[in-house]
Structures are given as structure tokens and as C-alpha cells.
């Protein structure tokens, strides 16, 4: 994704579902003391951090840093919306390295409408994970089920677009029937204590065409790579598709004009790294063996208590 300037004319659905989830949910992110960080993951052109959840987060709030993979959306972002203490960085969120200072550099991660594009969603979980501070939070909101991915996949299937079409492009959980327990378990097993994670059904309307395709080639992972010369037939297939979807109804309104009701799925989660980290490995722990006595480390816990036992009688 990287053209800032089309994504911030034409970003009202993502924006509309940010501000439902904000509404809704934020009294969830546990805010304590003044000076705490902010990582924005997928921040995008900034537009939403910048306009509508800072406003909406304590004066108080220290660093704020929002991150994208994208470069061309990290530089219209600081351009347009960094100053002192807001900055915004290249980071791709699965990276094996973290940036200098990011390790368990922030007390809060909001991500919005971005997620569903990461394929390794456990090392995004990992990576957040090791960026929070212990007793740290996250807030996500990411799409959890839309019929695109569908027409990805049916226009795989004609020769002409194959192969412009990565597996990258396609959610994880795509075609899942209950994503929300795929998710939990995900973030279980990286070590967070959820406290909502959920799936939204949500409805936008595009009053035309015209502003239909705008919004989802400014998304379109595809059609940057496609020569100019096959935009218009690409086009006129996904359109296509976009016919056949159960999920879109089509109106015919003012002056023969249609417009499009999508249907989809938006993820809600919040958890938090615990202060402690959970699933200490007590058993395996037990059966270690001390290298100077050559006992078993249980035994010498139960020697410990039984000799404290005789002290206290
Ligand atoms: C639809 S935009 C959302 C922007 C903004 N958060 C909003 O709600 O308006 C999704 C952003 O996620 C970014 N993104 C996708 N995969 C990413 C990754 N692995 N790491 C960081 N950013 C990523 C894209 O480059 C894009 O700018």
C-alpha cells in the first residue's frame, strides 16, 4: 500500500469502522500515569492517528510514534502530520529486528485497518508483545472477513491476472467461520491476557461507482504492479465480481445512479502483556539438576520447606 495521497481522499469506510471501535471500545485501553508511549502499528498516511485517536487519548500521553512498512506512507505522514514528540517510522511489523530503544519501549499499541494485511500474524503478535512494557496493552481493530479476498482468488484463476496474485494479499483467516477463536488462541499463546477479542458485523454504503473504485484500488495490492495498458481490462473483471458478491447490494438510486452496501467483518481486541510472565515453566524447572549437589531442583524445594517446618515447631 503506497499511495497516501489517494488512501487519505478515499478513506471513509476504514474510517467510519475506526470511529465505531473508538466509540465503543476505548474505555478498555488502561492508561495509569502521565508520559506513557503510543506505537500506532500500520499507521498509514497518519490522517486517523493524528486527527482522531490522539484527540481522543490523555494530554498527558509522552512519545507518540506511528510505524508503516510502507515508505512512501511514513513519508507523507511526517510531512504532513509529525512534529516534536510525533514521529513517524519505516517499520515493518514483522521484522526480525526491532528498531534501537523499541523493545519493551511502549505502555499502549493501537493498530487500525491494518492487520489483515500481515501474513505472519504470530510474529506480529510476538513482535508487539516484546515492544510493550510489562502490564502494557493493545487495541486492534482489523478486517476479519470481506468478500475481496474472495475475488482475489477468483481472478487468480484467469490467466491474465495469476500471476499478480501473492498469497501475501490474502488474510489468514479468510473463509474461517468463527476467526475470533483462531485469533484468541493466537494471542493466548504468545503470552497476552485477552480482554475482548471479538467480530463486528458492520455495513458501509458507496453512494456510486465511481467512488466504490476509488476507496478499494486505493487498497488494491494488484493493480500498482499491472501495466498501464491492462488497468482498464483488470478493472472491468473485478467489477465483474463485485457483481456476483452476496455480500454487496446494488441500488439503484437518483438518476439511474447505483450505489453499493458492502458487508464484512472488523476484528475488536484488547489485551495486555501481563506484569508477570505467565506460564513460568515450573515442571521442567523442577527437573533441573543442581550442578554442585547433583540433586533434582524439587528435591531441594522440598528439603527447603521441610527444614523451614522444623524452625517454625
Ligand atoms: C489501510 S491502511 C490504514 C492506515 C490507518 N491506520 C488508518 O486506519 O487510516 C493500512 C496500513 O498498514 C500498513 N501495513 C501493512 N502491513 C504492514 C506491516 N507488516 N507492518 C507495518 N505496516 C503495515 C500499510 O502500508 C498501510 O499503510
Known amino acids: 500500500m503506497d499511495q497516501p495521497q489517494t488512501y487519505s481522499q478515499y ?4 474510517r467510519t469502522d475506526n470511529l465505531f471501535v473508538l466509540q465503543t471500545y476505548l474505555s478498555l485501553s488502561r492508561w495509569s500515569s502521565d508520559g506513557e508511549s503510543v ?17 481522543r487519548l490523555p494530554r498527558t500521553m509522552g512519545r507518540f510514534v506511528g510505524c ?6 511514513v513519508r507523507f505522514a511526517n510531512e504532513n502530520y509529525g512534529r516534536q514528540g510525533r514521529e513517524f517510522v519505516r517499520f515493518d511489523i514483522v521484522s526480525e529486528a526491532l528498531p534501537e530503544g523499541f523493545a519493551g519501549g511502549f505502555h499502549h499499541i493501537y493498530s487500525f485497518y491494518a492487520l489483515h494485511w500481515v501474513r505472519k500474524q504470530r510474529k506480529a503478535f510476538e513482535n508487539m508483545y516484546k515492544l510493550l512494557k510489562p502490564g502494557g496493552d493493545i487495541f486492534l481493530t482489523f478486517l476479519a ?14 490467466k491474465k491476472w495469476k500471476s499478480y496474485t501473492k498469497k501475501e494479499y490474502i488474510s489468514p483467516y479468510h473463509g474461517l467461520a ?14 497476552f491476557t485477552t480482554t475482548l477479542c471479538k467480530t463486528e458485523t458492520r455495513s458501509f454504503i458507496y453512494p456510486n461507482f465511481d467512488i466504490y473504485k476509488k476507496s478499494i484500488f486505493s487498497v488494491n495490492p494488484i493493480i500498482s504492479n499491472l ?28 438518476n439511474n445512479e447505483e450505489s453499493l452496501t458492502v458487508e464484512y467483518q472488523l476484528f475488536v481486541v484488547h489485551a495486555y502483556k501481563p506484569l508477570r510472565k505467565k506460564g513460568f515453566p515450573y515442571d521442567k524447572f523442577c527437573k533441573v539438576v543442581c550442578q554442585e549437589c547433583k ?7 522440598r528439603r527447603i520447606r521441610d527444614m523451614s517446618k522444623n524452625i517454625n515447631e
Not at 472477513?145 to 484467469?158: A, G, R, V
Not at 468463527?178 to 499463546?189: A, I, Y
Not at 501495466?227 to 437518483?254: G, Q
Open 11 to 14: 478513506n471513509d469506510l476504514q
Open 39 to 55: 506505537l500506532d502499528v500500520g499507521s498509514g498516511d497518519g490522517k486517523f492517528a493524528v486527527e482522531s485517536l490522539i484527540p
Open 68 to 73: 508503516d512498512c510502507s515508505e512512501a506512507m
Open 145 to 158: 472477513k470481506t468478500d475481496l479476498y474472495q475475488i482475489y482468488k477468483n481472478m487468480s484463476k484467469n
Open 178 to 191: 468463527n476467526p475470533e477463536k483462531r485469533l484468541e488462541k493466537l494471542l493466548v499463546s504468545t503470552g
Open 227 to 254: 501495466s498501464p495498458d491492462d488497468v482498464p481490462a483488470y478493472t472491468e473483471d473485478f467489477m465483474k465480481e463485485v457483481r456476483n458478491l452476496k455480500s454487496v447490494t446494488i441500488s439503484n438510486i437518483n
Open 295 to 301: 540433586y533434582q531442583i524439587s528435591y531441594l524445594i
